[in-house]
């Protein structure tokens, strides 16, 4: 029997984290000296309208190894255990979660997703699918290996405020961005993010990201696309509605951005992963 753990920042919808009977690890999330654990002591919408109130930008801070092995204790010698974290690029979750691992002695394997927000939680969903109609731990690793050398992650930011707020850009630059409309793609590479491309105008910027998503494959027939928004549900569901119509994908699923992923993502924010 395999099961399945995972950090907070996946963003699965509760309902599939349910149906898959998938356990959860919260991160903290630090706001005006107040600690909240990702999804219980604070939901998505609270957290991102807090934010947007905020001078300051969150802090998010990993599990501790001992929460992790705390988890993992406690199931009984027979189950194998996977446990996904979000990048090692991103945060120091991976580490914790192995180091949690040595402390338990259980038998688990940590999987390093090299994605945060949904890009994450497919990898969940695809091992889950698999375990559940019996295939083995090589087995699934070896199809999660696959999916995470192939899969693609945009970033879409309508603002760079939050950008400003984390010191990565100067508020001069931020206020010139906003000014001309200034819209920017990032893109998850190997694990960790980077620049693609700024666009001028929101109807050019999402054109220019359905451009994308066709350059990347021909059938999107068995692929699933993970949609995590700010808050935005309405522009996010629009998105959602486009690539269902140009693209015809397996499935996909719309859901809040975490506050590990959403601290940068910002007011207007999407990420896209397939």
């Not at 501790?64 to 996977?82: H, I, N, R």
């Not at 359905?210 to 700010?230: A, L, P, Q």
Request: hydrophobic share 40%.
């Amino acid at each position: 029997m395999i099961k399945i753990i995972t950090d907070s920042s996946a963003d699965l919808p509760k309902e599939l984290l349910e149906k898959h009977d998938i356990t959860v690890v919260p991160l903290t999330v630090t706001m005006e000296g107040k600690d909240y654990r990702e999804g219980i002591d604070l939901r998505p919408k609270e957290f991102f309208e807090k934010m947007f109130l905020s001078d300051d930008l969150p802090k998010t801070s990993q599990p501790s190894p001992a929460s992790f092995s705390e988890v993992f204790s406690k199931f009984d010698s027979d189950t194998e255990l996977l446990c996904f974290t979000i990048s090692s690029g991103l945060s120091g979750t991976y580490q914790s979660a192995c180091l949690g691992g040595e402390l338990s002695n259980a038998r688990v394997t940590v999987w390093d997703t090299l994605a945060g927000s949904l890009a994450h939680g497919i990898q969940i969903l695809l091992a889950a699918e698999l375990a559940e109609k019996d295939h083995t731990m090589d087995e699934i690793l070896a199809e999660l290996k696959k999916f995470r050398e192939r899969m693609n992650i945009l970033v879409l930011l309508d603002t760079l405020e939050n950008i400003v707020k984390g010191g990565r850009l100067s508020k001069f630059q931020g206020s010139l961005a906003k000014i001309l409309n200034i819209k920017v793609i990032l893109e998850g590479v190997k694990g960790e993010v980077v620049m693609k491309e700024k666009i001028r105008g929101r109807k050019k910027f999402l054109k220019r990201v359905y451009e994308i998503i066709g350059e990347r494959e021909t059938d999107f027939s068995n692929i699933t696309f993970g949609i995590t928004h700010t808050g935005n549900f309405e522009e996010a569901e629009e998105v959602k509605q486009e690539i269902i119509r140009q693209f015809q994908p397996k499935k996909v699923i719309l859901n809040y951005m975490g506050a590990t992923m959403g601290t940068y993502a910002g007011k207007g924010g999407m990420i896209i992963s397939f």
